[in-house]
Nanobody, 124 residues
Framework: VQLVESGGGSVQDGGSLRLSCVVS????????MGWFQQAAGKEREGVGY???????DYTDSVKGRFTISRVNANHTLFLQMNSLRAEDSAVYYC????????????????????WGQGTQVTVS
């Protein structure tokens, strides 16, 4: 299983970016997929997830600004980030976990079996 993120970059405060995660050898539609962020000097934290019910959920700090979606046919996961703030600056990772539902532990790194290499987002 491989996950490859792209779409990171530098953007001004209030701007938008869309991150992509292409997944191989893994069915995104019927398993748990998550996005995480890791700011410099901080722990990796869950941003949001989407699982087999197709309804994403998010950590409070990004609700209303970030949107997770996927294209099942292409095994691609997206993270649309709007109204970006300086505190959103981080390396963003997509992650995949076996199981129809992510569950209450969706925000924990240990829930996930596979990780991408990360993509840097800088907001200034």
């Amino acid at each position: 299983v491989q996950l490859v993120e792209s779409g990171g970059g530098s953007v001004q405060d209030g701007g938008s970016l869309r991150l992509s995660c292409v997944v191989s050898d893994f069915t995104t539609a019927t398993n748990c997929m998550g996005w995480f962020q890791q700011a410099a000097g901080k722990e990796r934290e869950g941003v949001g997830y989407i699982d087999s019910d197709g309804v994403p959920d998010y950590t409070d700090s990004v609700k209303g600004r970030f949107t997770i979606s996927r294209v099942n046919a292409n095994h691609t996961l997206f993270l649309q980030m709007n109204s970006l703030r300086a505190e959103d600056s981080a390396v963003y990772y997509c992650a995949a976990a076996w199981g129809l539902r992510c569950g209450r532990n969706w925000h924990q790194q240990s829930r996930y079996d596979y990780w991408g290499q990360g993509t840097q987002v800088t907001v200034s």
